[in-house]
């Protein structure tokens, strides 16, 4: 067989060969953009952020309540160890409240493109709970410097700006606590969503 025969069979061939392997690689299209182990890593680390910074709420919310229930036991009351015990459950208070902070700012810069906007109110409120809470803590060790300094009536005055101060950190705590809860089911929602897109592409 000549060379240019043998030319002739063969690029028939080359071409049929391209085509069953295009034929190969189009048959499982989904195959060809997988989800990465680093996208499945962001959706995880997503989840559980947001997860964290809704624990993180209500433990926050939870505490400033604590703190104002400690607070009205002690109305009517000038008591050096209640105005004490109202100072430190605010301070717990104001610890968890920058906890959540924290959570919600992670929660935030991990957010799914579809819960940025929640994670966002999220960290908002967060900001407000802190602020409300480091108020009642100041407003806590003033009344306990006037329970063991100032006159009776100062030292009521300060403790009813302490409950003031708790109820609004109540308050904060827990719209705070209501968006981490719709940002946490928004998230799952997103990831849920997002895995069911790529489902097609591990048939």
């Known amino acids: 067989m000549t060379s240019r025969k043998l030319r002739f069979l063969l690029v028939p061939l080359a071409v049929a060969?391209?085509?069953?392997?295009?034929?190969?690689?189009?048959?499982?299209?989904?195959q060809l953009s997988?989800?990465?182990?680093?996208?499945?890593?962001?959706?995880?680390?997503?989840?559980?952020?947001?997860?964290?910074?809704?624990?993180?709420a209500r433990e926050a919310a939870d505490a400033a309540k604590a703190a104002a229930e400690k607070?009205?036991?002690?109305?009517?009351?000038?008591?050096?160890?209640?105005?004490?015990?109202v100072r430190?459950?605010?301070?717990?208070?104001?610890?968890?409240?920058?906890?959540l902070e924290e959570k919600a700012g992670t929660s935030a810069s991990r957010a799914l493109d579809e819960s940025k906007e929640a994670t966002r109110a999220v960290q908002e409120e967060s900001r407000k709970a802190s602020a409300a809470t480091a108020e009642a803590l100041q407003r806590a060790e003033e009344s306990l410097k006037r329970s063991a300094e100032a006159s009776k009536e100062d030292a009521?005055?300060?403790?009813?700006a302490t409950r003031e101060a708790l109820?609004?950190?109540v308050e904060a705590t827990r719209s705070a606590a209501k968006a981490a809860a719709d940002a946490s089911a928004r998230t799952v929602e997103a990831v849920k969503h997002a895995a069911r897109r790529t489902e097609p592409a591990k048939k």
């Open 17 to 30: 060969l391209s085509s069953i392997a295009f034929a190969a690689d189009s048959t499982a299209p989904g």
């Open 34 to 56: 997988p989800p990465s182990g680093t996208t499945q890593k962001a959706r995880d680390a997503a989840g559980r952020a947001a997860r964290e910074a809704e624990k993180a």
């Open 71 to 85: 607070s009205e036991v002690a109305t009517g009351k000038v008591s050096k160890a209640l105005a004490e015990g």
């Open 88 to 99: 430190r459950a605010a301070r717990k208070a104001a610890e968890a409240a920058t906890r």
């Open 156 to 160: 009521e005055k300060a403790a009813q």
């Open 167 to 169: 109820d609004k950190a």
